[in-house]
C-alpha cells in the first residue's frame, strides 16, 4: 500500500496545487487510514503526448507484439498503470488550465485509460472500469474561481476529471481547491485557509481502498 502522487504543474515543486496536495498527504500519512505509507511521486509534464504505435495499438482488436509492447508511450502506459494499480491512495496536485486539466495531466490519463488494461468495453459500447476503486484527492489551483457565487468562468476540469476517473474504476474522488491565486495575497490567504478547512472536513476513515492487498 502507497500514496502516489502525480505532479501536473510546470512549476513542480514551487506550486500552489503541490502545496495543495501536501496538506492532503500530510492529514493522510498522519491522521489518516495512510499512516506511515511510502508516497511514490511522478512528475507528469516529463511524460510525452502518446506516440503513434500507442494509437494504433488502442484503436487495434489485440495489443500488438511483444517489441512493440516494450517501447515508447507502450512502455510508458504499462508502468504508469502499474503504479496505479499499487497504490493504495492517489493524490493528483493540478492546476486549471484554460478552463480544463493542464496538458500534462491529460498526456497521464491518456497512458492510463487504456482499453483491455484499465477499461473495457461491452457488446454495446459502453466502458467499464476495470481497476479496484480507492480514494483520489484532488489538489486543484486556478487564478481565477471556478465554483461558488464568485465564479466567473466554466469549471471543465472536475466533471471531466470525475468522469474519466470513473471510466477506469476510480469512484472515490473528492476535490479541494485553492481559487484565485492571481487576486492578491489577502485573496489567496483567504483561499489557502478555505482549502485548508475543506481538507480538515475531510472523512478520511470514510474513504477506504476497496483493494484487497
Ligand atoms: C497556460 C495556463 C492557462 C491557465 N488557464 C487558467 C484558467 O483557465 N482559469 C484560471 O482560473 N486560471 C488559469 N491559469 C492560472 C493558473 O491556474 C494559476 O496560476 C494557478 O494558481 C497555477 O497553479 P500551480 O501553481 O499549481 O501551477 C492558467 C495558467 C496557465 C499557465
Not at 501536473?8 to 503541490?18: F, I, Q, T, V
Not at 491522521?31 to 494509437?55: C, K, M, N, R, W
Not at 511483444?66 to 496536485?93: E, F, N, P, T, Y
Not at 481547491?177 to 490567504?189: Q, W, Y
Request: charged fraction near 20%.
Amino acid at each position: 500500500m502507497s500514496i502516489l502522487r502525480i505532479r501536473c504543474s510546470p512549476r513542480g515543486l514551487a506550486s500552489e496545487s503541490y502545496r495543495l496536495s501536501q496538506r492532503i498527504v500530510d492529514r493522510l500519512t498522519h491522521t489518516g487510514p495512510a499512516d506511515g505509507l511510502d508516497i511514490v511521486e511522478f512528475d507528469a509534464t516529463t511524460l510525452a503526448h502518446a506516440d503513434s504505435d500507442y494509437a494504433a495499438a488502442l484503436a487495434a482488436p489485440a495489443d500488438p507484439a511483444h517489441d512493440v509492447l516494450g517501447r515508447g508511450s507502450l512502455k510508458a502506459s504499462a508502468r504508469l498503470i502499474q503504479m496505479l494499480a499499487d497504490a493504495s491512495h492517489i493524490v493528483l496536485a493540478t492546476p486549471m488550465h484554460n478552463f480544463t486539466v493542464p496538458s500534462s495531466l491529460k498526456s497521464w490519463l491518456d497512458h492510463v485509460v487504456r482499453v483491455r488494461s484499465t477499461f473495457r468495453i461491452t457488446p454495446q459500447g459502453n466502458k467499464v472500469g476495470v481497476l479496484e476503486d480507492r480514494p483520489v484527492y484532488v489538489a486543484i489551483s486556478s487564478g481565477g474561481a471556478f465554483s461558488g457565487d464568485e465564479a466567473r468562468q466554466p469549471d471543465f476540469l472536475t466533471p471531466y476529471l470525475r468522469h474519466v476517473l470513473a471510466t477506469i474504476g476510480l469512484r472515490q474522488v473528492t476535490f479541494v481547491s485553492v481559487e484565485g491565486t492571481a487576486r492578491g495575497p489577502a485573496l489567496l490567504e483567504a483561499a489557502r485557509e478555505r482549502a485548508e478547512a475543506a481538507i480538515e472536513g475531510i472523512s478520511f476513515a470514510a474513504q477506504q481502498p476497496e483493494m484487497s492487498v
